[in-house]
């Protein structure tokens, strides 16, 4: 019995102790694993970064410069004094913060009446994502002889436009998972309490499904930013985005601007990167707000 006794906290102690070096190796595999995966998708990053802050000398250089040692900001001046980098860039931040407005006012509305009286059953909503999910290849043509017709190429008006209808769908979408979550009775209450259902909307509703309209202007300014067919077809000299600079420099001939080309790329990265920093304490909280329902 002694034995027996004696036995039974030693295979305890060793199972514990299996325990505990598997959590550890499991813990380091999964660190390891992070690792790795930083190194992949941010590795390229890095190195567009460190491109652009080289002197042309540094390019081909063996071994190959990973840190320049003299960082310069040369690159940088030259995208903006002789490749109207300044314009691109303006015309993509005025466009995508258009864009990313005017999605917000067209779909709130549209959803809050989905989500509030069903209009449209759930046909139209459907139909939202049937919407979404057409390729923009399928779009261009028919987009490019209208906008010739009616002369909206080349202009602010149209490609807001554009991407103010081409984003509704799935702004609608994120919208009504948020919007059907929101409580009815506190809108109830500010109704019998006297306000319209407009004033409901705009002083109640909105303040607490902000962080959902946070997660979607941020999805439809990147999206817009981002966005490279609509903007290489629709546009002229005076409303080309970043997106069509950036590949001007990586199309062709590139031997002498890789410093420009590389400068291009991280100002075209940025803007997304700010906007969603500056957001990000939303973006969680507006995930899993609509995350339940849809």
Known sequence: MSTVATATPLVTVRRVNRHRVQRRLAGLLTYLGLALALVFFLGPFFWIVTTSLK???DFFAY????????????????LFTHSSGARYFTNSLVISSLSMFAALVVSLPTAYSIARW??????????????????????????????????????YLGLVALYTVVYIPFAVWLLVGFLRDFPVEIEEAALIDGCSRLRALVRVVIPIIAPGLAVV???AFIAT??????????????????????????????????????????????????????????????????????
């Open 118 to 155: 069903r209009f449209g059953g759930g046909f139209l909503s459907t139909l939202l994502l049937v919407l979404r999910m057409l390729p923009a290849i399928a779009l261009i043509i028919p987009v490019y002889l209208m906008y010739k017709l009616l002369g909206l190429t080349n202009s």
């Open 63 to 78: 071994p190959p410069v990973w840190i320049p040692s003299e960082p310069s900001l040369t690159h940088y001046g030259r």
């Open 225 to 294: 930013w981002n966005e490279f067919l609509f903007a290489i077809v629709l546009t002229g000299i005076e409303t080309k985005t970043m997106m069509v600079l950036v590949t001007s420099f990586t199309t062709g001939g590139t031997d002498q601007f890789y410093g420009e080309a590389s400068a291009s790329v991280v100002l075209g990265v940025l803007p997304a990167f700010a906007v969603a920093f500056f957001l990000q304490r939303y973006l969680v909280k507006g995930l899993a707000l609509g995350g339940t329902k849809g």
């Open 217 to 219: 202007a941020l999805f």
């Open 55 to 57: 002197g042309n000398e």
